[in-house]
């Protein structure tokens, strides 16, 4: 089976700009997580989706949205961009949604100028 | 409250002999699960090793195994005949299975590996 794709890898975007990301799960995964990782706050959870559901969600502000396509694509929206948001957006896949053990994809690169 | 704590920033190993990378819990709910990931310069965070809170027998996968003590609340992954490919950051991280957690890792802050020739 193929991995966990997303696009794109790297971003570049200037303050105040809305940026979107994609992910195409594991074929069969319909769970699909979202991190953000920075070398201050580390691996921090953005929101989790299930059959089209938002099922969790981290503790980021309203800026940071997602949403899951019927075919369990991921997309995840960061509005009015701050420098701050200069980060690595991981996504991960899991066959159900507690507890499963999720693979993740590549990352996609995002610098805030 | 949940948390992970690994607590070696960095470590070094000679290729070829074991290393093991220390990581400990921390949780109140009776139902969890352990993992370790492999994430490599480019970024791709790689599922190594998985333990269940309920599991009697230490998980192992090739040449990773985890220590798991739990009344230590500890998950250790020991990593056998290092190889260069093994250089790396390595996170611990945590699934819990109480209600508002589902589809949620937590991590620890990683230790980078760096194997010797």
């Known amino acids: 089976k193929a991995g966990v794709t997303q696009t794109p890898r790297y971003l570049i975007k200037t303050r105040g700009q809305q940026v979107t990301l994609s992910c195409s799960p594991i074929s069969g995964h319909r769970s699909v997580s979202w991190y953000q990782q920075t070398p201050g706050q580390g691996l921090q959870f953005l929101f989790e989706y299930f059959s089209e559901t938002q099922r969790n969600k981290g503790n980021f502000p309203g800026r940071f949205s997602g949403r899951q396509f019927s075919n369990s694509r991921s997309e995840m929206n960061v509005s009015t961009l701050e420098l701050g948001d200069s980060a690595l957006y991981l996504c991960?896949?899991?066959?159900?949604?507690?507890?499963?053990?999720?693979?993740f994809g590549p990352g996609t690169r995002l610098l805030v100028l | 409250a949940q948390k992970i704590t690994q607590t070696q920033p960095g470590m070094f190993v000679q290729e070829k002999e074991a290393v093991t990378l220390d990581c400990t819990y921390d949780?109140?709910?009776?139902?969890?699960?352990l993992f370790w990931y492999k994430q490599p310069s480019s970024g791709e965070m790689i599922f190594l090793i998985y333990q269940g809170s309920y599991d009697q027998q230490n998980a192992t996968e090739g040449r990773y195994s985890l220590n798991f003590q739990k009344a230590r609340k500890s998950a250790n992954l020991v990593i056998s005949a290092s190889q260069l490919g093994d250089s790396a950051m390595y996170f611990c991280a945590m699934s819990t299975h109480g209600s508002g957690n589902t589809g949620k890792l937590i991590f620890g802050q990683g230790t980078t590996l760096q194997v010797k020739p």
């Open positions: 949780t109140s709910d009776p139902s969890y699960g």
């Open positions: 991960a896949s899991s066959e159900r949604t507690s507890g499963e053990t999720q693979y």
